[in-house]
Every structure is written in structure tokens, then in C-alpha cells.
């Protein structure tokens, strides 16, 4: 999802972009990503590689590790072997969720499960292979082609199909095309760092934002009912809130993002026309 809305990005601008599914390029294979690398000769290189599926990664801990740890070392590797910029993606799951307000560059990374533990490993992976890394962090990533809550939950509504979305857990909505915009902008201001990347705003519930999604687009807010994180009996513990704000983004002269709910908007309003 979020490769397919940065490629789509990026050729807007003219960049030539080259662009490799998960079959094409194996991250976790050091000599497949230096061979690669050596022929193509990036000037860019942004990773949206990752094993996302957090209950997985607890009984399948060695793919999360491959892909979200040891694919983005093998990455850093080879593009400081070819001086190309990198621009990695992590997650507001390197957290507890034990902070009240927003988490920024200055608080403690302490991720609750294996996901969390293997994005952080990536972040490490990426600092010490490569000082001109840019880590990007993000978290609830919602756009045309997803399959996660955020993304499908306009469709199901719209089947008048009752959810059930949790009223206790919070973050900070992220319209993919605006996280691929944001990256784009820091490939070129080439400043090596953690970013916090979301929609502003003070971010929501997944109900909230089921909610949000009848009233934008005129549905049946009867068919959200709220449940508890707790109902739901997942096998990896989560962030009860994992809002994330980033210290340095408009101070190096970047635009504040636009908040969550304009976004959303823009969101649905292209999933009408495209359908």
C-alpha cells in the first residue's frame, strides 16, 4: 500500500523509479540487495518493506526479524556502498503506549511485542550501518489498496455490514499518500534522523475513526459498535496509545502535515471516483 502510493508519488515529480516486489528482490538476502544495488546505482532508496502483521510476528518471529530487522541492515549496507540516500519506515509500535499525550524523538523506545522489538532492531540496523539513514516513523496507515481496519472500513459500511472497531486504544491516522509525499521531501532535504511522520491532529480511536468515516460520508453511524481492546483476545500485546509528534519537522522547514480527518476526506473522496 504504501510502496504503490510512493511510486505513484514519485513519478508524479519525474523521478525514474524502480520499484521490486517482494518475489523480484529478497531484502533479508545481503547478496541479492548488493547485487541490485550495484547495477541500478539508486541515488534514492526508500523501504516499504515490512512483515506488518503484528499477531503474526508472535508465532512467526523469525520472518518479522527478516524482513523488518536484518532486510533494512542488508538495505543501510548496500546504500552506503553506492552513497545513496535512505529512507527506512518504522512504526509508533516501538512504544508502550504508556504515555498520555503524544511520543516524540526525545522519549524511550520499550516495544510490548515481537513487531515492535524487530522495527526497533531495524531502526538500531539502520543507524549503525548507515550514518545518512532516515528513519521514518508512522503508525496507523490507511490507503487505496490496504487490507488493514482503516483502510477496508469505508467498503464494509458501505456493504451496511455492522463493525465492531475498539473505543480504547488511540493513534494518530496516516494517509499514505501523505506519508509518501513526507518522504519524498525528506530524500531531499537528505538530513539523516528519526522523523516522526502522521496526519496532525490529536488523533482518535479506530471507533472514532469508523465514526469519523459515517459522517464524511453520510453512512449509518448505527453499525459502528465500540468494543474493548480487551474483547478482541489478540495474541500480541498493543500500545494503548501510540499517538506519535515529531521535534524537528517544521523547524528545518518542512509543512505541518494536514490533520488526520482532512485526510481521511481526501481518502474517501478518491475512493468514490475510483469506484
Known sequence: MVARATIAHCRSLGDEVVSFTREALDIGDPSAVTGSFEDIRPDAVINCAAYTNVD???????????????GVKNLAAACRQVDSRFVTI?????FDGKNDGFYTQRDTPNPLGVYGRTKLDGEIHARNEYARSIIVRSGWIYGTGGTNFLSVVRKLLGEQKPI????DSYGTPTFANDLAARMRELVELDLPGIFHVTNAGDGTSYAGFAEKVCELSGMNGELVRSVSKNDLQRPAARPVSSKLACLFSE????SPMRKWDEALGAFLDSERLAN
Open 56 to 70: 503474526g510476528a508472535e508465532s512467526e518471529p523469525s520472518a518479522s526479524e527478516r524482513a523488518n530487522s536484518l
Open 90 to 94: 518504522s512504526t509508533d509500535y516501538v
Open 164 to 167: 465492531s472497531a475498539i473505543s
Open 251 to 254: 523547524r528545518i522547514g518542512l
